[in-house]
């Protein structure tokens, strides 16, 4: 499944890169409530969800991050479109359960929030 999060920001890719990272992702999504670890681009955080370690890449227009061990393989990413801000969600499931989808889009919406304050 995929989730989509498109909205109007005046953040810079450069600024995606440099301000979202996983040691302060904590600070910019209301889901995510602890960074356990972190080095680099890999870490582990405590979410909604449960414990996942994490990585963070580095793309073109903006950046991703996966959730590891997470048995529904959910990653989100966040770019620069020429139409705004795209936060987009997948899960390796076609269909899901309500309280899930719920909970994804909550997660989406927290992390809009968190971005909309840079």
């Known amino acids: 499944m995929e989730f989509y ?5 005046n953040i810079s890719v450069q600024a995606i890169h440099q301000q979202l990272r996983i040691d ?13 670890r972190h080095h680099g681009n890999e870490g582990e955080m ?3 969800w ?9 793309l073109n227009k903006g950046i991703r991050i996966s959730l590891l061990n ?4 959910l990653t989100f990413s966040i770019t620069r479109e ?10 390796n499931t076609e269909e ?7 909970s994804i889009q909550v997660f989406l919406n927290d992390l809009q929030q ?3 304050q840079l």
Not at 27 to 36: D, E, F, K, T
Not at 50 to 58: K, M, P
Not at 96 to 102: G, K, M, N, V, Y
């Open 5 to 9: 999060n498109v909205f109007q920001n």
């Open 24 to 36: 302060n992702l904590d600070q910019y999504c209301a889901s995510v409530n602890q960074i356990i």
């Open 46 to 48: 405590y979410c909604v």
């Open 50 to 58: 449960g414990q996942f370690n994490i990585q963070r890449e580095i």
């Open 70 to 73: 997470c048995p529904n393989a």
């Open 82 to 91: 020429q139409h705004g801000l795209v936060i987009h969600c997948t899960i």
């Open 96 to 102: 899901a359960d309500d309280d899930f989808i719920e």
């Open 114 to 116: 968190g971005i909309n």
